[in-house]
T-cell receptor
Framework: DVKVTQSSRYLVKRTGEKVFLECVQD?????MFWYRQDPGLGLRLIYF???????EKGDIPEGYSVSREKKERFSLILESASTNQTSMYLC??????????????FGQGTRLTVV | QKEVEQNSGPLSVPEGAIASLNCTYS??????FFWYRQYSGKSPELIMS????GDKEDGRFTAQLNKASQYVSLLIRDSQPSDSATYLC???????????FGSGTRLLVRP
């Protein structure tokens, strides 16, 4: 079974703090993603990576950065946390078969509260 | 117009009935389609994927894709209270890494 593990299930941080969310997958997937999920807005893509050290902006990258130094690990960084970044953060991974990409498998989510 | 549209619900069906969940999309080059189930407070889990027109069955679940009409649906036969969850439709455009999600339909199966 694919396993995508996020480092924390719940986090509470203060406004202005630098926050790191870690995600590790054990299936040698090329592609990794960070989404946030908010009521009424659904899942929105923040950043994704299709290879080590490669990253692409998603739909809402402002206020976030990412790091992918190893294939299995994809980190989301909130440079200076703000209250509007309070959300559920979901990491996902998928692999590439030929020119196609497979379905994404999700981690358990990190519920971040910024106070 | 959103790229992926779903009725937010809730869709309420009695136990044992067929639940029909629908999703429409705006981009004609979309190639891959997925249905995820998400229980409250949990992360999405994949139920079905479908890539070509027609029906695909897996147990109590059937996914239907009609690319000409730009819709994909999920049928759940013999609905159970444990099927009560939010169902997310997602698509991937050809040669894209990104999955684009609808905002989900909440299903409530009444005992």
């Amino acid at each position: 079974d694919v396993k995508v593990t996020q480092s924390s299930r719940y986090l509470v941080k203060r406004t202005g703090e630098k926050v790191f969310l870690e995600c590790v997958q054990d299936m040698d997937h090329e592609n990794m993603f960070w989404y946030r999920q908010d009521p009424g807005l659904g899942l929105r893509l923040i950043y994704f990576s299709y290879d080590v050290k490669m990253k692409e902006k998603g739909d809402i990258p402002e206020g976030y950065s990412v790091s992918r130094e190893k294939k299995e690990r994809f980190s989301l960084i909130l440079e200076s946390a703000s209250t509007n970044q309070t959300s559920m953060y979901l990491c996902a991974s998928s692999f590439t078969v030929g020119h196609s990409n497979t379905e994404a498998f999700f981690g358990q989510g990190t519920r971040l509260t910024v106070v | 117009q959103k790229e992926v549209e779903q009725n937010s619900g809730p869709l309420s069906v009695p136990e044992g009935a067929i639940a029909s969940l629908n999703c429409t999309y705006s981009d004609r080059v979309s190639q891959s389609f997925f249905w995820y189930r998400q229980y409250s407070g949990k992360s999405p889990e994949l139920i079905m994927s479908i890539y070509s027109n027609g029906d695909k069955e897996d147990g109590r679940f059937t996914a239907q894709l009609n690319k000409a009409s730009q819709y994909v649906s999920l049928l759940i036969r013999d609905s159970q209270p444990s099927d009560s969850a939010t169902y997310l439709c997602a698509l991937r455009m050809d040669s894209s890494y990104k999955l684009i999600f609808g905002s989900g339909t909440r299903l409530l199966v009444r005992p």
